[in-house]
Every structure is written in structure tokens, then in C-alpha cells.
T-cell receptor, first 112, second 117 residues
Framework: GENVEQHPSTLSVQEGDSAVIKCTYS??????FPWYKQELGKRPQLIID?????GEKKDQRIAVTLNKTAKHFSLHITETQPEDSAVYFC???????????FGTGTSLTVIP | DTGVSQDPRHKITKRGQNVTFRCDPI?????LYWYRQTLGQGPEFLTY????????KSRLLSDRFSAERPKGSFSTLEIQRTEQGDSAMYLC???????????????FGSGTQLSVL
């Protein structure tokens, strides 16, 4: 099955700086890559996703890039704010099973 | 609340007891997933349903775990003879699951936190 690896496991940045979280996957059949944000004690929330026919997608301060050849994708958060502090998970999914495989998470702390 | 709902939010049980959790997906969603999450880890797949059919079950899933979705709406997850290692957050998620559409957005419930003493 698919294996998703995520780095780093923890990340601290100063407010206003950028944060980058990287994930790799193993199954070339994976074609959908969502990112989830999970605040303490709350459910994972989808923040951005990208499909395999797209190399980059942006939504305000958040962007995701995908390199299908290298089988890796990254989350970029610019102008970080304290409310960005949370655990971020990447995931990979592919047809026909539409199974979602998650990374182990990155705990992001934005220091005011 | 029109999101995914789970009940109960917390469950404390003694080792050896059976527990059952319920998940109500978003009403028009055909696909329903169960995940398990322990502290510091990402959600780990347990099983998923397309309507009432259970299409896949993790090989890591013990025979003590069983899930149902009898009418294609809500689902239950039962753990028999609970062990301390079963202590975790059990998350339910749902997606539209349209035929021929592989990349549906997954929406999570708030989870059931299980503690086995």
C-alpha cells in the first residue's frame, strides 16, 4: 500500500516568517493530495488540496506544490500568524480504492 | 450542525468490556471512513464503506473490531473485549463518493476518545 512520510515533525517559526512542510509518497497511482490542520482537541480540517494534474495551488497565505516525478508535495504558509499554530497532516489518495493515507503530522508553533 | 457527528465524545471502559461508537455522516455523502488516531500520529485507516457495502478493511484491524452501515447512512464501530492498546481517538469521516470520481474531499467528525483502563 501507500506510504506517506512527513517532515519535519515539529517546526517553530517567528510570526511573519514562512513555514514549509514536506511529504513524500510511494504509490505512483496516488493522484489527490489534501492537507489537514488539526488544533488541539478538534477535528482535522481540510485547508487545501491538489490533484495530480496540477503542479501548484494557492489560497491566500497557503500554497501547495506537487512534484509527481519525485513523488513529493509541500505545504507553504507565508506571513505566519499565531493562529496558524496547530498540527498539520498531509495525505495521499488514489483511485480505485480512494483510500487516504496520512503522514505522521507536523506540529507548527508560531512565536509572536 | 450539518457536519459529521460522532457519539459519544468520550468513552471510558474497563479492559475486556465491549464498546460501540456511532457516526452520522454528512447527509448526501455515500462514502464513510473510520480512522484511529493516537497522540502524535496521523489518522490510521481502519475501514470504509461505499453506501452500505464495506469495501475495505485494514489488515491491521483485529477481529475484535467490527463496523456496520446497515442502511447506508449512519455507521457503528464495535470493539469487543477491549484492551489497553485500543485507547485512542476514533475518527469518522465522510465524502461524496461519486461513481468515477476518485478524489473526493474528506470531512472529519470530532471523534470519540476511548480510554481503556
Amino acid at each position: 500500500g501507500e506510504n506517506v512520510e512527513q517532515h519535519p515533525s515539529t517546526l517553530s517559526v517567528q510570526e511573519g516568517d514562512s513555514a514549509v512542510i514536506k511529504c513524500t509518497y510511494s504509490d505512483s497511482a496516488s493522484n489527490y493530495f489534501p492537507w489537514y490542520k488539526q488544533e488541539l482537541g478538534k477535528r482535522p480540517q481540510l485547508i487545501i488540496d491538489i490533484r495530480s494534474n496540477v503542479g501548484e495551488k494557492k489560497d491566500q497565505r497557503i500554497a501547495v506544490t506537487l512534484n509527481k516525478t519525485a513523488k513529493h508535495f509541500s505545504l507553504h504558509i507565508t506571513e505566519t500568524q499565531p493562529e496558524d499554530s496547530a498540527v498539520y497532516f498531509c495525505a495521499a489518495s488514489g483511485w480505485p480504492g480512494n483510500q487516504f493515507y496520512f503522514g505522521t503530522g507536523t506540529s507548527l508553533t508560531v512565536i509572536p | 450542525d450539518t457536519g459529521v457527528s460522532q457519539d459519544p465524545r468520550h468513552k471510558i471502559t474497563k479492559r475486556g468490556q465491549n464498546v460501540t461508537f456511532r457516526c452520522d455522516p454528512i447527509s448526501e455523502h455515500n462514502r464513510l471512513y473510520w480512522y484511529r488516531q493516537t497522540l502524535g500520529q496521523g489518522p490510521e485507516f481502519l475501514t470504509y464503506f461505499q453506501n452500505e457495502a464495506q469495501l475495505e478493511k485494514s489488515r491491521l484491524l483485529s477481529d475484535r473490531f467490527s463496523a456496520e452501515r446497515p442502511k447506508g447512512s449512519f455507521s457503528t464501530l464495535e470493539i469487543q473485549r477491549t484492551e489497553q492498546g485500543d485507547s485512542a481517538m476514533y475518527l469518522c469521516a465522510s465524502s461524496l463518493g461519486r461513481s468515477g470520481k476518485p478524489d473526493e474531499k474528506l470531512f472529519f467528525g470530532s471523534g470519540t476518545q476511548l480510554s481503556v483502563l
